[in-house]
């Protein structure tokens, strides 16, 4: 398979306040390119959410912005271009919110959830959560709720899936947005 996954950590609740991102680009089921990025956000930073990631206000001080980072990345938001995530609709929804709140033209991809294809392959598990699947499948994920472990993760993840169930089973979870 190839494909792109991607996961974004955010400094609050509001869902345009990406505060890191990272990407991890498979070919032919290979891992052969990783991207992380801090983000300075324009949105304080809400204590919860810097109790899950570890991520400051003064550790993205002098990161870039999201309109810094886009130009680098949007070459893999494309109509033919498979990306993924676990619990995907966060990481779209941040992705949308992030284009729209800084007046950049939205973007349209193909998109496929592990946590959806997780809990049809793997319906004994006791959750379908990224740690849960990683241990469970035996895919290292050393720091939860660090991007760019966790996309590496999700990446893994589906890769088991294909080696295990074959694209013709993972085809039906892919949509475009």
């Known amino acids: 398979m190839n494909f ?9 609740s509001q869902r345009h306040s990406a505060c890191s991102l990272a990407l991890t680009v498979v070919r032919h089921n290979q891992v052969v390119d990783e991207f992380y990025t801090l983000i ?3 949105t304080e930073f ?22 810094e ?3 680098h990345i949007n070459q893999f938001y494309t109509n033919n271009q498979l990306v993924v995530a676990h619990n995907a609709p966060f990481d779209n929804g941040v992705l949308k919110s992030t284009l729209a709140h800084y007046e950049l033209a ?13 809990r049809r392959f793997f319906p004994d598990f006791p959750n379908h959560r ?23 993760a999700c990446a893994n993840i589906l890769i088991y899936q294909d080696q295990h169930f074959g694209a013709s089973a993972i085809k039906p979870f892919m949509k475009l947005l």
């Not at 400051?56 to 001080?61: F, G, I, K, Q, T």
């Open 106 to 118: 939205p973007t349209h991809y193909l998109t496929l959830d592990t946590v959806k294809t997780s």
């Open 40 to 42: 300075k956000p324009d």
């Open 4 to 12: 792109v996954a991607m996961d974004f950590e955010t400094a609050s």
């Open 46 to 67: 809400s204590w919860r959410n810097v109790q899950i990631h570890g991520i400051h206000e003064r550790d993205v001080a002098d990161a870039p912005t999201f309109p």
């Open 69 to 71: 980072v886009w130009p």
């Open 130 to 152: 990224l740690n849960t699947v990683s241990e469970r499948l035996n895919i290292e994920l050393d720091h939860h709720h660090n991007a760019l472990d966790d996309s590496l």
